[in-house]
């Protein structure tokens, strides 16, 4: 629609014409001149191709261009004032209205209300902290002001906390527009860090400024408390400022004078959390009153998104904690075996998940490998993740068989809820053996790459998923050389939108193979380099699902550092104990430790013989340390106590926890084991 001057707007006088800025930067929030001579009310017609009218189809109601003269051609009575073209013309062709007329006003109000979109816009932009005060700055230098102080309380509140202690208020960010001669334009300006002529002017009351003190007190009823209380911006000049800034910037800071300043308090949902001050060099137009209308929404917004940083900051740090503490801390170091491991969430915003892995010791240098993955990643998945890990930890801690594990957290699944599903590989290694029993309950089968590079994918019965109830599960065995390396994962790793899980596997296995190449055949690729090296394997769109990946290096215990017997529950048991100990120390060359191994072999021998009633079973195992097993079929585990006096007992275990590197009880569906270890002099 096109607006048409009436006859009583015509007649009224000209507005005297603005003088125009120094520095066409401080334009960019006011109106542009109007072109023409405002002496003779021409008016230079706009170029572009709406601003012509047709030639064959004129349009009656659009003004025409003055004639030389500066005489209108337009019918009817001329106009006593400047004559332009409408302000839906001027919107159209860029050209400006005359200083002084309504539409030039909204010409300026509209110019604001666009800047502050923008700059909103790239505040809200913003997830963390950092990004949130860094939008407000870039948004408004060189826009808006040239130099900005952001102050944020320290330590910042998060959400309903009352904080505790004075109001401290620190530098957290500070931004200022460079000169040519600093060697530096800004990238990341809504200009596409173009750089504009007012670059050149030096700048010397901003440089002043923007050292101002990192800390700040806010006393508590002093001007700087007062003005933060009243939460509306302020120039710098008013007297609130003048006594509240001295506190902020510290003592012998100068701002430009005039209007050239403005302080805004940051309020987020129930407190202030900050201050930010907006400046302007002297040779750039003084802040106007509506620039604190401008200063409030953009204190307001970065306040505001400033809170909600601090919740999202606090919601992330809880869900690290979580997932931290769900998985193991530290991997054991068991004989036999080395372990390495990765976690990887699904995505930033969801850090936490159900997927977990872990290596539990057993009885006989034996190791449990489980990985497992609870259906989501959300923090209910990762409680139901955290009990199912529980409950796993408990069951290994009996020893019972894999099939029965996975029966059990089958059972404890359906306990928390009927739509409680995960899927789980239970694995158990024996070094001694070099024998590895799997029981898997609906997950993606694990990968062995053996010492000669070849990877191969181990055929293990699939099963059901944990939770569906009513189902068995079945475990096989199969060898474990030694140099071969075992690969469990859950299928975040194999599985994406971009491919099925069975594409997956067979690119995991070949970059496992093409990694063992590296190496050769005879030396297996570095544990933690291998881990890496599958993880690259994941492209830009393949990471649809949390991942947990362990991995197991079998090195086994050769049979000639293995030493075992089967000894009858009898009074003579205890000598002949120390007597096939002492023989295995010569063989293995390590006599002096001869009196060390035979006392502590004496005494747990000595308390199994006193309760079995079955064969007892002595084991020595030579490792990095020598290791000491003693089994019976008595399933109540030792206890540490303080003998007394009189007692003709009990002080075996004393003597094995003061002497023994390490030692422990576990019990079995069979009995127990009672070990220690001893350093290797």
């Known amino acids: 629609m096109t607006e048409h001057l009436t006859p009583h707007e015509g007649r009224k006088a000209p507005a005297a014409r603005p003088t125009a800025p120094a520095d066409p930067r401080g334009a960019l929030l006011r109106s542009p001149e109007p072109m023409g001579d405002a002496s003779s009310g021409a008016h230079v017609p706009p170029s572009g191709e709406h601003s012509q009218p047709s030639a064959a189809e004129p349009d009656p109601h659009r003004p025409r261009p003055a004639p030389e003269g500066g005489v209108p051609t337009q019918p009817g009575p001329a106009p006593a004032g400047p004559t332009g073209p409408p302000d839906g013309e001027e919107r159209r062709s860029g050209q400006p209205r005359p200083a002084g007329s309504g539409p030039v006003a909204m010409r300026r109000d509209g110019d604001r209300l666009r800047f502050v979109g923008a700059a909103t816009r790239r505040i809200a932009r913003g997830i963390d902290l950092d990004e949130i005060v860094m939008g407000l700055c870039r948004a408004t230098v060189p826009t808006f002001s040239d130099a900005i102080l952001v102050y944020l309380r320290d330590p910042l509140p998060v959400g309903d906390e009352r904080p505790t202690g004075p109001l401290v208020l620190r530098l957290r960010r500070s931004d200022r527009l460079r000169s040519i001669e600093e060697g530096a334009e800004d990238p990341d300006t809504e200009s596409g860090g173009t750089t504009l002529p007012a670059l050149q002017v030096v700048q010397n009351d901003i440089t002043d400024v923007m050292g101002s003190a990192e800390l700040c007190e806010v006393r508590p009823g002093g001007a700087l408390a007062e003005v933060l209380r009243g939460v509306r911006p302020v120039f710098a000049d008013s007297a609130a400022a003048q006594a509240a800034l001295p506190e902020l910037l510290g003592e012998g800071r100068t ?111 034996r190791v449990a490998l489980v990985v497992g993955d609870v259906m989501g990643h959300s923090m209910t998945s990762a409680a139901i993740m955290g009990q199912l890990r529980t409950t796993a930890q408990t069951l290994a801690g009996l020893d019972l068989p894999p099939q029965e594990v996975l029966h059990h957290l089958d059972e404890q699944a359906q306990r928390l809820g009927s739509d409680r599903m995960a899927t789980c590989l239970y694995a158990v290694y024996d070094p001694v053996s070099h024998r590895i029993t799997i029981a898997n309950a609906g997950h993606p089968p694990p990968v062995l790459l053996h010492l000669g590079g070849r990877a191969e994918v181990l055929r293990v019965p699939p099963g059901a998923p944990i939770g569906v109830g009513g189902v068995d599960f079945e475990a096989v065995e199969l060898d474990a050389p030694a140099g071969a390396t075992l690969l469990l994962y859950t299928d975040g790793l194999v599985e994406s939108r971009l491919r099925d899980v069975w594409t997956g596997i067979e690119q995991l296995r070949e970059r496992l193979a093409a990694t063992a190449q590296l190496t050769g055949p005879d030396h297996p690729p570095p544990l933690e380099a291998l881990c890496d090296e599958v993880l690259d394997m994941l492209g830009p769109g393949d990471r649809d699902d949390d991942i947990a990946l362990l991995a197991a290096r079998f090195d086994g215990i050769a049979p000639s550092d293995v030493a075992y017997w089967f000894l009858e529950p009898e009074n003579a048991t205890p000598s002949r104990a120390r007597r096939l100990a002492r023989s295995a120390l010569v063989r293995w060359g390590l006599e002096e430790m001869t009196d060390s191994v035979e006392l502590l072999v004496s005494e747990v021998v000595t308390n199994a013989v006193r309760y079995a009633s079955r064969p007892i079973t002595l084991r020595l195992l030579r490792t990095d340390v020598l290791r000491c097993e003693v089994g019976d079929d008595v399933p109540q585990l030792p206890r540490l106590r303080n003998a007394r006096a009189t007692d003709e007992g009990g002080r075996g275990l004393y003597l094995v926890n003061k002497m023994a590197r390490r030692w422990g009880a576990t019990r079995l569906s069979t009995g127990k084991v009672v070990w220690f270890e001893l350093n290797r002099n």
């Open 255 to 365: 701002l430009p004078g005039g209007q050239r300043g403005i302080l805004a308090p940051l309020r987020g949902r129930r407190r202030v959390i900050g201050a930010a001050v907006f400046l302007r060099r002297p040779d750039r137009p003084a802040f106007e009153a509506d620039d604190l209308l401008v200063a409030a929404q953009l204190a307001t917004h970065s306040a505001l998104g400033i809170d909600k940083a601090v919740l999202y900051g606090r919601e992330a740090y809880i869900a690290d904690e979580l997932q931290r503490t769900m998985l193991p801390e530290t991997l054991p170091r068991p004989t036999g075996v080395r372990l390495a491991s990765r976690y990887l969430p699904a995505a930033e915003t969801a850090r936490v998940g159900g997927d977990w892995y872990d290596a539990i010791p057993l009885p006989g240098s």
